[in-house]
């Protein structure tokens, strides 16, 4: 029995040691009182790193946006106005401009959106926008591209300053027509015209522009000057009579005749033969008229009248060098701006022996031409009676 009781003890003995905790050291002890701490520390650190981390994303997200935003817009956005626009603006098509030159033109104007927009739009007819003129159009600010195009493609929205010479003027009234036109004043074309140098005139011409302003229809681009339009009327006037073989030696002189055929003849008169009259009596084989034209033409010139045919007694008196009733030989310069017609016909003059001619009927300009005295003096009978039964108007 004693055996057995000391062997429960021992059992409660050990089941109780079992069931204890063993005993810690100090060291352990601290060790396990810190752990908590550590672990906090550990979050913190996490956190604090996630959170960086965070931040660094966020900061690359948007700067990566800041870049990409302009480039995705440029992307997205339209190129074009949805128009149709509003209000009016004014736009200048310069000589020689063309597609993407337009297109910044109209930019820049505000009347369409991009340059790809309008170059796109005259992608659907190139040969209309091959067409385009220079001149000034009235467009309409936000439109669509491809109804800017079809307004500029159309001659008829555009407005240039357009103006007719026709032939045989006086400088002085071609400035008058110039002026009336363009708005110019007058006087800008007569302060344009002592600056022979700039305008291209020839060295025969001595500084004088009579002669070199071809008539013909012009449309000078918006806001050209009075230089730029002389300019450009002498520069027509030297090309005609390179294309007529007239070498620059012989320009002066052939402009001068040309401009007496022009004063002389109208309607359907014969121009070359009007030339060889000039010539004829400029020979110094012919003892009829002694090298003296004889010309109303250059007296209106001399006195600066206009309105009637013939000239009075005190016209042919003037001391004039464009008087040829009283000098011999040619005037000193052109007595208005002749035609090509006129400019043909004193380079190539119809072969002839004449030396007089009249025109019988101004109105008509009907003209006959004599190789006698006695047969002009029958012609000049012609236009009086003509005259007689016209009063006023010789």
């Known amino acids: 029995m004693s055996g057995s009781h000391g062997s429960h003890i021992e059992q409660a003995i050990f089941h109780e040691d079992v069931g204890r905790p063993p005993e810690l050291t100090r060291r352990e002890r601290r060790e396990l009182e810190r752990r908590p701490q550590r672990r906090r520390q550990r979050r913190r650190r996490r956190g604090l790193v996630l959170l960086v981390a965070a931040v660094l994303v966020g900061a690359a997200a948007f700067g990566g946006y800041t870049f990409v935003r302009p480039i995705y817009d440029s992307l997205t956005a339209s190129k074009d106005f949805p128009g149709p626009g509003s209000g009016s ?61 079809a307004i500029l493609a159309n001659p008829a929205n555009r407005s240039v300053p357009h103006v007719t010479i026709p032939e045989g003027l006086w400088a002085s009234e071609v400035y008058d027509r110039l002026s009336k036109a363009t708005g110019v004043p007058v006087s800008d074309y007569k302060a344009a015209a002592k600056d022979s140098r700039a305008l291209g005139l020839p060295a025969a011409a001595k500084g004088k522009i009579e002669g070199y302003l071809f008539p013909s229809s012009y ?71 002694f090298g003296l034209l004889q010309m109303d033409s250059t007296v209106h010139y001399a006195v600066q009248k206009r309105g009637k045919a013939g000239t009075s007694d005190a016209d042919r008196n003037s001391n004039s060098p464009y008087n040829t009733y009283k000098v011999k030989g040619l005037p000193p310069g052109p007595i208005n701006s002749p035609g090509a017609a006129s400019l043909k016909a004193a380079a190539h003059p119809t072969p002839g022996s004449w030396l007089f001619f009249v025109t019988v009927n101004p109105e008509t300009g009907e003209t006959k031409f004599a190789t006698t005295l006695a047969e002009h003096d029958r012609y000049a009978r012609e236009f009086n009676a003509w005259c007689a039964a016209n009063r006023g108007k010789c």
Not at 91 to 108: M, S, W, Y
Not at 120 to 131: G, I, R
Request: charged fraction near 25%.
């Open 89 to 149: 603006v004014q736009v200048v098509v310069k000589p020689g401009d063309a597609g993407k030159a337009i297109a910044r033109t109209l930019v820049a104007a505000g009347v369409v959106k991009t340059t790809d927009a309008y170059i796109e739009a005259t992608n659907t007819d190139p040969l209309k926008a091959q067409s385009i003129q220079p001149g000034t159009y009235t467009l309409k600010k936000g439109m669509r591209a491809i109804d800017a195009f």
């Open 219 to 289: 449309e000078f681009p918006a806001k050209a000057t009075a230089a730029q339009q002389l300019r450009t009327m002498v520069q027509m006037s030297l090309d005609e009579m390179q294309k007529l073989g007239i070498t620059p030696d012989r320009m002066q002189r052939t402009l001068i005749v040309a401009s007496i055929v022009e004063g002389e003849v109208s309607g359907k008169a014969d121009r070359g033969k009007v030339a060889r009259v000039i010539e004829n009596r400029l020979l110094p084989t012919n003892h009829i008229t």
